[in-house]
């Protein structure tokens, strides 16, 4: 080993027990060190703040709220990792909102393919309860995609927008497995499975799917279906069979989706907050988003202490693949799976 690794080691070492020692007195001084220690470790002490972006209005507020990512609830951050779309944070936004008078509409903005289906109706229930509860708007602003699971979450709200070149649509179910049988074969490895009913290895790798299980699977996934369908009819205003007119999967661009009745208005980010303003009279509302930040500059020297210790990136995909496959589940997602 050269003299350049140990002296990052030593390097890597240091900003360990520093950043051990920081985070233990944090966590003294901002919580109650038995109750919620293990919580301010493990990155759930999430400082939120409210940035303002326009207006100056702060009695009458607009809320945005941006969803960026694959619709999955995979942890928060913590002074080791940062996470991309955080779905307790996005909830925990949601209420906010509903706990707060000031906020007088809420623009969400949307670019995710999609993601898994009880995440989704996570978010669509706190977005109805927002609108039966606090009797505000919610306008949808569409990024580059907001397929399957995207569009699911934002078929309540009061208006879309998308633009021209957004994907969207991609309405239905999917689910998948892998069948690696005859790899497994070929290069000598033998499963042995005990089980204590005939179907409680269904979707197992090692064999192959039966009729009876492919119908059971089936049924759930139109059942799932259906609901997916019933929720557009509902936030659109739109006929059974209109909706299944594109709701066979397909993707469709800002033009069609809203030749289909899928969306309101053709425009950016942007446009979608000064029509709520203008709709609502919130032309001097203040515009704000929540933010929240894991452990301030105690996060920083984690990350970096990462970059010297963290898995590398062959082991990252490895980590990644391992837990997208560790059991096959219904998603509303376009793309990949």
Do not use: C
Request: no cysteine.
């Amino acid at each position: 080993m050269n003299a350049k690794r140990w002296v990052a080691l030593v390097v890597a070492g240091v900003l360990l027990v520093v950043s051990l020692g920081i985070n233990t007195v944090f966590a003294f001084l901002k919580a109650d060190f038995f109750g919620n220690f293990d919580s301010v470790m493990a990155g759930n002490n999430l400082d939120v703040y409210e940035t303002v972006l326009e207006g100056n209005n702060f009695e009458e507020r607009i809320a945005h709220l941006t969803l960026d990512g694959t619709i999955q609830d995979v942890g928060s951050g913590s002074v080791w990792q940062q996470v991309g779309y955080d779905h307790q944070f996005f909830l925990g936004q949601l209420d906010n909102i509903l706990n707060d008078e000031t906020v007088q509409g809420v623009v969400l903005s949307v670019n995710t393919p999609g993601g898994g289906v009880t995440e989704s109706a996570e978010i669509y229930k706190k977005l109805l309860q927002i609108k039966e509860e606090r009797q505000i708007p919610i306008y949808v602003s569409m990024g580059s995609m907001a397929a399957s699971g995207g569009y699911y979450i934002a078929a309540p709200a009061d208006k879309i927008f998308a633009n021209r070149d957004t994907i969207t649509g991609s309405i239905g179910v999917i689910m998948q497995s892998i069948n690696y049988q005859a790899l497994a074969e070929k290069v000598g490895v033998k499963f042995e499975t005990f089980k204590s009913g005939e179907h409680k290895d269904m979707l197992s790798p090692m064999r192959d799917v039966t009729a009876e299980e492919r119908a059971m699977m089936q049924e759930m996934i139109n059942e799932s279906y259906e609901e997916f369908v019933d929720i557009i009819e509902k936030g659109r205003n739109m006929s059974e069979a209109d909706v299944k007119k594109v709701a066979d999967g397909r993707v469709l661009g800002g033009t069609k989706a809203l030749e289909a009745g899928l969306i309101d208005e053709i425009g950016d980010k942007e446009a979608t907050i000064a029509a709520l303003r203008a709709d609502y009279g919130l032309e001097d509302a203040e515009l704000f988003e929540y933010t929240y930040d894991v452990g301030g500059w105690q996060s920083y020297l984690g990350m970096k202490i990462g970059s010297f210790i963290g898995p590398s990136a062959e082991e990252k995909m490895l980590i990644k693949i391992m837990a997208d496959y560790s059991a096959p589940k219904m998603m509303y997602l376009y793309g990949d799976y």
